[in-house]
């Protein structure tokens, strides 16, 4: 179990912010995770590629390495826009300019993405992602990619799967209250297979099934499952 305190994850001006869980990964590594909450939380134009994670120095070198191939790509289309947004040049021209901090933004979007982008990401001097919202739709958008051809439903905290298998996915680890929350709903539900999956880690690598007599007729497993953080899509979940 570890502190929520400390399970920030982004970027600040001092520089990135990790979970403890995390700290002792290679920066590559811390990148990649990043990147993949980031992107099962923004739209698809927000969305970056994973190929940034490899190459970025930090958390905030990852946008800063999209910006910059994203601003090669404008220069060469910027006389194929079809409209002009002068609240995306404003915000592109300050970010350039390094004076974003200064700049009086109004209340409302840019239509440039990378605009889009820079406001999303840079508007601000810290960049925070909520770990545990993120995990829940990385798991969630992953199991759906996964899983096609199944009925994939949300049940207040948990993922289900055609009516027969749960998953709940939690950031922060506190295995007794997790477990005791898990009893409770395969109490009043008829599962085949409940898994809690929390982010695996140095300290979590293998499954750990739970033993727990709840009722006679009662057959659900129940497992607690290391879940890999990464961009890969296998056939189970």
């Known amino acids: 179990m570890y502190e ?62 999209k910006i910059q191939s994203m601003c090669k790509s404008f220069a060469i289309k910027r006389t194929k826009i079809k409209y002009f947004c002068p609240y995306s040049h404003k915000i592109i021209k300050a970010f350039m300019e390094g004076s974003l901090a200064q700049l009086n933004l109004d209340d409302k979007s840019p239509k440039y993405t990378m605009a889009k982008m820079i406001q ?46 749960a998953i709940m996915p939690l950031f922060y680890d506190d295995n007794k209250k997790d477990i005791e929350m898990a009893l409770s709903f395969i109490r009043e539900n008829s599962f085949e297979r409940f898994y809690i999956v929390y982010p695996r880690n140095k300290n979590f690598t293998q499954h750990k099934e739970i033993r727990h007599i ?11 499952v290391p879940y890999t953080i990464n961009n890969q899509i296998l056939r189970r979940c």
């Not at 811390?30 to 099962?40: K, S």
């Not at 709840?214 to 607690?224: I, P, S």
């Open 120 to 165: 999303h990401v840079f508007l601000s001097s810290e960049f925070i992602l909520n770990p545990q919202v993120g995990f829940e739709s990385f798991v969630y958008e992953k199991i759906c990619r996964s899983n096609v051809k199944a009925k994939v439903d949300i049940w207040g905290k948990m993922i289900v799967i055609d009516n027969k298998m």
């Open 4 to 65: 929520k305190g400390l399970s920030m994850f982004g970027f600040n001006a001092k520089g990135d912010l990790v979970p403890v869980i995390f700290k002792d990964l290679k920066q590559e590594y811390i990148n990649d995770i990043f990147l993949n909450l980031y992107n099962a939380l923004v739209d698809n134009d927000l969305k970056v590629s994973y190929f940034y994670a490899k190459k970025a120095s930090s958390i905030r070198n990852i946008f800063e390495l």
């Open 214 to 224: 709840l009722c006679e007729n009662n057959k659900t497993l129940l497992k607690l």
